[in-house]
């Protein structure tokens, strides 16, 4: 009888196999690696042979290497902000740095890329790095702190809330501080200073482990002073060292437990942000001191992610975007060295500046893109493509709909992302001070104070009517051409103009 049964049943289950598309051809499982403080030069596969980066080469050789690819800001809250919203964060008041105690800045009727990907089907998180703002009016961090991830479209999340160098020093999960112990509260300040203990102002320099160099003087904690004070929470604060470890093993978790399901992973790693303190295994291994040490534990990390999808059978139903939230910087506040042990190494590569700033090292990242049977491995592309369109570009792929009110800058531009279309975007806005804007091989740069460097930095003031380059002639905007080119100057001012106004909103069925 039992026989008779499994027969038929086992044939309609391979006949069910042979006919169905495959899942993986529709609907890939997402997994988005957003680094901090990356800058275009610092992988391997970007052409320096200063650093070796064997993990993060991997998914070049296995995918598209984009060339011309952008965060949308040089700075991380709205460059994040744009990203899962589809919405550059000029348009939103208070997207800038935000504060340790900011409250969510994505509104209660904002629609997300994760609450998108959600209404496919999609099982999404959250790992590491937010930024975004927790809570809804003064955070209490000894309860359960709404508004969270899981408000704008995350079913799980474990978070470094801010930055590594501001308080709270403690991870998030699902809206709670990890390992909380109640009968040591946790209290944070922005302003009023709470801790009694010596700042880093105040210690002896040589009594930190990593000394500040502009800011950062306030809370100790591990040894390292960070914005902001804190009290409290001493069983639950982090350890910089085990950080990359911890949220990788989070990460590793997460792909474990939802194997059989599609998943959207954005793992937002801390590397390479401030303070670099990288495990002890990485220390000294770069020879580019803390800041390289950092890019080595980066992209061991990486290693894991990709290990951890070929481990559990995942590597073709997985498409992994690896890339950056602004450019690079060296000093950013701790006395690391990164200046000093730089040697021949540029973050920045061939393009000017790094993260602050509205030239081209502000925002051209690292873009690498793999999916296999759908992305030829082992090639470049030179399309213009920004991190604003992913919203519109992800949805597309998985069949979910935009309405016409929400994710308004972004475009459909999967095919771009994909390496498919060799083009990409028309246009594209740069936020920094000042919102600088691409078009094609043309860069207009307002009239205004922009930071050069890559820290220390100094100012380079353009004056009206603003600056335009043509990368296509000189890729470091050493040579301003506006005076050769009014009309492309005019008509870029115009597009500007419009931009700015929200009158240049995609048509979705066109783009
Ligand atoms: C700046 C910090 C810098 C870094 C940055 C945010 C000072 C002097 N500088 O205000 O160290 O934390 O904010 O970086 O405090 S980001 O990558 O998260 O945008
Ligand atoms: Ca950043």
Redesign the pocket.
């Known amino acids: 009888m039992m026989y008779r049964i499994a027969i038929p049943f086992f044939a309609l289950a391979i006949l069910t196999a042979w006919f169905a598309p495959s899942r993986a051809a529709e609907r890939p499982n997402i997994v988005l690696i957003y680094t ?2 990356v800058g275009y030069g610092d992988v391997s596969c970007n052409g320096q042979t200063t650093l070796r980066t064997p993990n993060i080469d991997r998914i070049a050789a296995e995918g598209v290497r984009h060339t011309d690819a952008h965060c949308s800001a040089a ?3 709205p460059s994040r902000f744009a990203l899962l919203t589809g919405r550059y964060a000029f348009r939103q008041p208070g997207t800038g ?1 935000a504060r340790g105690d900011a409250n969510m800045i994505i509104g209660p009727d904002t629609l997300t890329l994760p609450a998108l990907l959600k209404q496919a089907g999609y099982t999404t998180a959250v790992i590491g790095k937010w ?1 975004l703002g927790l809570g809804d009016g003064p955070i209490d961090w000894n309860k359960e702190i709404r508004r969270n991830p899981q408000d704008v479209g995350f079913d799980y999340h474990f978070l470094i809330p801010a ?1 590594g ?2 308080v709270p020093c403690v991870y998030v999960e699902q809206g709670r501080v990890v390992g909380l112990d109640p009968a040591d509260p946790i209290r944070v300040s922005f302003g009023k200073r709470i801790d009694p203990n010596p700042s880093g102002a105040e210690v002896p320099p040589g009594s930190l482990k990593q000394m500040w160099s ?3 003087n306030q809370t100790i904690v591990n040894g390292i002073s960070r ?1 902001g004070w804190m009290t409290g929470g001493q069983k639950a604060r982090w350890v910089d060292e085990d950080m990359a470890d911890t949220i990788t093993h989070k990460a590793e978790e997460f792909l474990e437990q939802h194997r059989q399901e599609p998943f959207f992973l954005y793992f937002s790693t801390h590397d390479i ?2 303070p670099r303190v990288p495990h002890p295994r990485f220390q000294g291994k770069s020879g580019l001191g803390w800041r390289g040490d950092a890019m080595l534990q980066l992209d061991w990390c990486v290693g894991q992610i990709l290990d951890k999808l070929d481990a559990l059978g995942l590597r073709d139903d997985t498409l992994v975007i690896f890339t950056s ?2 450019g690079p910087v060296l000093d ?2 701790y006395v690391d060295q990164a200046n000093e042990l730089l040697g021949e190494h540029r973050p920045n590569g061939p393009y000017r500046a790094g ?1 602050y700033s509205s030239f081209e090292g502000g925002t051209r990242v690292p873009c690498l893109v793999r999916w296999p049977g759908h992305v030829s491995p082992g090639t470049t592309s030179q399309a213009l493509v920004g991190q604003v369109d992913w919203a519109a570009s992800l949805a597309a792929l998985v069949g979910a709909s935009v309405p016409a009110d929400q994710c308004i800058d972004s475009r459909n531009q999967i095919d771009a992302l994909l390496g498919k279309d060799p083009v990409g975007r028309p246009h594209l806005i740069h936020e920094a001070r000042n919102l600088a804007l691409r078009q094609g091989h043309w860069k207009y740069i307002p009239p205004g104070q922009i930071r050069d460097g890559l820290g220390p930095w100094t100012t380079v003031s353009i004056s009206r009517p603003g600056a335009l380059y043509d990368l296509n002639q000189a890729i470091d905007e050493r040579v301003d051409v506006a005076a050769e080119h009014p009309q492309i100057l005019a008509q870029m001012q115009e597009l500007h103009q419009r931009i700015l106004a929200g009158a240049d909103q995609p048509d979705r069925l066109g783009q």
């Open positions: 901090d403080d700075t991380c809250t740095i930024h930055t160098d501001r502009h800011g950062h914005i942000h401030v939230d602004n950013d506040g993260k």
